[in-house]
């Protein structure tokens, strides 16, 4: 059964970069699109953007400017990189899965706490 | 971006009861809509996607209707695992997929 785990730092200040990072355990990653998706009490929740095995990317054109998503195939990872933070960052960040085909996500990370302070 | 508006935003039923919850896109998203349960401290679980398919493993008291704007989430017998925070999401015209704000599905 396919797990993801992720991880990243959680307290970043106004102006710093955010990184997340999630790993694939227990399933292909190839066929999929794998989705970074944010939750804060402001704003529900937010796709952010996804890529695929081959580095194909798509972006909320929202946060594109601030975006970077990239893949690992060798280690089944991929990673969110947002620039330029503000308090409006300040959410909780899931990894999450997507089948080529489909824009539904069957399978979620646990999620990650990223505040962003000064 | 089409904008997802689910209603109400707090729904107040009995175990047992039969719950309707409601999501509107502000254009029509064909059946390309998915309803997710979210429960405290987890991730959000999908149970129904194009519009009516149960996804695997979600029971039969799960029941999604509707195409276009308008999209109804049914609970036929609610049990004490089934109150929680419910989300449409429209995967129609994206990027960027959006979801609607929830419905808080609370016991009575």
């Known amino acids: 059964q396919v797990q993801l785990q992720q991880w990243g730092a959680g307290l970043l200040k106004p102006s710093e970069t955010l990184s997340l990072t999630c790993a694939v355990y227990g399933g292909s990653f190839t066929g999929y699109y794998w989705s970074w998706i944010r939750q804060s009490p402001g704003k529900g929740l937010e796709w952010i953007g996804e890529?695929?095995?081959?580095?194909?990317?798509n972006y909320n054109p929202s946060l594109k400017s601030r975006v970077t998503i990239s893949v690992d195939t060798s280690k089944n990872q991929f990673s969110l990189k947002l620039n330029s933070l503000t308090a409006a960052d300040t959410a909780l960040y899931y990894c999450?899965?997507?089948?080529?085909?489909?824009?539904?996500?069957?399978?979620w990370g646990k999620g990650t706490t990223v505040t962003v302070s000064s | 971006e089409i904008v997802m508006t689910q209603s109400p935003a707090t729904l107040s039923v009995s175990p047992g009861e039969r719950a309707s919850l409601s999501c509107r896109a502000s254009?029509?998203?064909?059946?390309?809509l998915a309803w997710y349960q979210q429960k405290p401290g987890q991730a959000p679980r999908l149970l129904i996607y194009g519009a009516s398919t149960r996804a695997t493993v979600i029971p039969a008291r799960f029941s999604g209707s509707g195409s276009g704007t308008e999209f109804t989430l049914t609970i036929s017998s609610l049990q004490s695992e089934d109150f929680a925070v419910y989300y449409c999401q429209q995967y129609n015209n994206w990027p960027p997929i959006t979801f609607g704000q929830g419905t808080r599905l609370e016991i009575k």
């Open positions: 254009q029509s998203v064909s059946s390309n």
């Open positions: 890529i695929n095995h081959s580095g194909s990317t």
């Open positions: 999450a899965r997507r089948w080529e085909l489909f824009r539904y996500m069957d399978v």
